[in-house]
Structures are given as C-alpha cells and as structure tokens.
C-alpha cells in the first residue's frame, strides 16, 4: 500500500509551524485514541499513521530531508509503532501524562509541567447502623502539602531551577543507535525540562512534605459496601498548577449480629417454638428502629418467610426503603421439665392415632418410592 504524504496525513499545508503540528498531531491521537475506538482497525491504523508523521515532522532536520526526498529520504528514520504502547512511550511527555490533557494549557509558570495530583484512597469500614441510617465521620489521612519555605518550588528560597542542560529544556532527548531513533524522557531531569541545583532543606527538594488531614465526611444513609464517597480536589496537590487530585473513600460494612444486608432488605432469622408455630402468635421482631410485633397464623412451617414492608433499608438514590425479611425457624428445646415432658407424651400418644395431612403425604411417596425400587428390579 502506498504511504500517503505526512502532512496530508496530519491534515496541515506544507509550510505549518511546528505548534500547528503538534496541534493537529494531538487533535487526530484523541479522534484514533485506541481507548476511544476499541476494536477499530481503521481507527489504530489512522493512530499509528498520525504518530510516523508526527515524529517526521516534528523534527526539523528529518522534515527538511522528507521536503526534499519524500519518504525515501526518511526510510527507516522513523520508529515503526507496533502498537499505542511505543507511540506513548516515544511522545508520553506531549500528552502531559494524559492524552486528553490540553496541549496549550500543561506548562506551568516555570515552565514545568503541569500535573493533576494523585488520587487517595482510603478504607472506611462502617457499622450497618450508620450504613442504613447515615453518618457524618472524622476520616484521617496523610497527603502530601506545598512546602511552605520554598512555596513548592523545590529550590531554597533566593534560587532559581535551572534549564536543564542535558535535554536544553525539553524534558525529551533522541537517542539514536545507527538508523533507529528513538525518543525518550530526559533521565536526568525526568522531562521536566528544569533542574533544581540549590534544593531546599526543609523539603530536600520535593516541594511537598507529608501532613496528616483530618475531614469531616459525610456518608448517605443507604450507603453499601463497595461504594465509593468521592471527595472532589481533596487528594493530592497538583504540580505546578495543575488541579488537586480527588479522594475516594471505599465503603466496607461490618457484620451485624441480627441482621443481614440484602440490597436494600434486611434479613432476620427468629425462632419461635412449635407451639407458636402450631397454634399461631404475635411475636416480637427486631428491626433498626427497636422491636415491632409480627402475627404469625396457625400452622406455620419452619423457614416460613414473612416481609415488613418499609422497614429495611432507603434506597440512597431511588429513596425507597426496602423490607425486613423475617424468616421463622421452629426451635427444639434442649432441656424441658418434667410438666412439658408430660405433656408431649401426653401428645405423643395422641399422634400415633392422629396422623398429620403433611406427614401422611410424606409416607405415602415414602412408600411408592419403595414400591416402584422394587418394580424394576
Ligand atoms: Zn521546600
Ligand atoms: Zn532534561
């Protein structure tokens, strides 16, 4: 296949600046961005094509050797990405670390790059009392603050950061190894472009000692485990007068000794004995707002499942409220007196003449599962 001309490729005539290169080289990287066009082939193809005519053109000595030779005169100059990975690698500084970044907004008044902080993380492990209803709590950390001898610069106060002489400011150097070269951040400044010669003492430099924070952070009621409160601009500080990065507090909710969380119900499990089972009853349930009464009819069944509507838990978003699942178990005592023990006898023999719908029909497939065994054999 042909190779279409570079600066058709970018888009721009033959006498573009170098900033309007770059301007288009940065526009068509977001357009093909294989992150914004998974599985587009024409899409990467387009990527890799713009990143070759970029790395020609934004070299004044191969763009002058392309103008004059056409791309004979570059063969095997430029680096032939195999993939977005050697494209980011090559030209990760233009992007200012994110490709979405703003190519005339990431230099800083010192001429070093702007850069969004860090995120923060931290864990905050809540009870499911203040989960369900809400909470309000002192949550602690440590974040990294401007120096405030050196104001984040990083230089002892009365110097200045020095243009790096081994890049000359760019923050990228080419390295080239016969016909391949190859782009690469500057190691000694580390594409900052400037050097700290005379660094400040109270920082060593870093422009930023480590303070412990205390917030006060409010969580909605409803709130779930895995959830995340994100805290906008209280992570770490921008470099440079970049924006502060965001905190994200992740959500865990500790076991409850009653309860059971299931989305927005709540689970209970009650015993009750067989003859609240047998005769039917009104039983006191627990629910978050103390106890309520539940009337359970005659004849209920072990793991028979009854719903108090509105007494789970609210929905943070939606703002419902789900139930409280109260699921009965039938509870055989382990030690009874002599009186009771007399009258389950008493019982006792009365059932060996009086059988129960339930377990009769429970004999019967008994029995027919023998009958049929025996059938087939
Ligand atoms: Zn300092
Ligand atoms: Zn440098």
């Known amino acids: 296949m042909a190779k279409r001309d570079y600066y058709e490729v970018l888009g721009v005539p033959k006498d573009a600046s170098e900033r309007d290169i770059a301007k288009a080289y940065r526009r068509l990287a977001v357009k093909y961005h294989p992150d914004s066009n998974p599985g587009d082939e024409n899409a990467s193809r387009y990527f890799k ?8 053109l934004s070299d004044p000595e191969k763009r002058a050797r392309y103008d004059r030779f056409g791309h004979a005169g570059v063969e095997g100059h430029s680096s032939q990405f195999s993939s977005a990975e050697d ?26 790059k702007r850069r969004r902080g860090n995120d923060i993380r931290v864990d905050v492990s809540l009870t499911l009392e203040e989960a369900a209803r809400g909470v309000t709590k002192e949550i602690k950390f440590s974040r990294s603050v401007h120096c405030e001898t050196c104001h984040g610069s990083g230089s002892r106060p009365g110097s200045q950061p020095q243009r790096c002489s081994q890049c000359n400011g760019r923050g990228r150097i080419v390295q080239s190894a016969g016909i391949l070269s190859v782009q690469t951040t500057c190691p000694v400044c580390r594409g900052a472009g400037m050097r700290i010669t005379d660094p400040c003492t109270d920082c060593r430099g870093q422009g930023f000692r480590k303070k412990d924070v205390t917030l006060s952070v409010d969580f909605p009621a409803g709130i779930d485990e895995g959830m995340r409160v994100r805290l906008s601009g209280e992570g770490e500080p921008g470099l440079d007068g970049g924006p502060n990065g965001d905190l994200y507090c992740f959500i865990s909710v500790k076991r409850h000794r009653i309860f059971t969380r299931d989305g927005n119900h709540l ?77 389950l006898r008493e019982l006792a023999e009365l059932e060996k003449t009086e059988v129960h719908p339930e377990r009769k029909n429970f004999l019967e497939r008994i029995r027919d599962y023998f009958t049929v065994s025996s059938d087939n054999e």
């Not at 992007?95 to 070093?112: E, M, V």
């Not at 007494?311 to 039938?330: H, S, W």
């Open 267 to 343: 689970i209970v499990e009650l015993p009750i004995t067989y003859t609240q089972a047998v005769l039917g009853a009104c039983i006191e349930v627990p629910s978050l707002d103390g106890p309520k009464s539940l009337d359970i009819p005659r004849g209920t069944q072990s793991g028979e499942v009854f719903r108090l509507h509105g007494l789970g838990i609210r929905d943070p978003q939606a703002g419902r409220t789900g139930d409280l699942v109260v699921q009965v178990v039938i509870e055989t005592p382990k030690k009874i007196s002599p009186e009771q023990e007399r009258l």
């Open 87 to 112: 494209i980011f690698a090559a030209f990760g500084d233009f992007f200012g670390g994110s490709i979405f970044g703003d190519l005339f907004g990431d230099q800083g008044a010192n001429g070093r």
């Open 49 to 56: 094509e713009a990143a070759e005519a970029y790395e020609i």
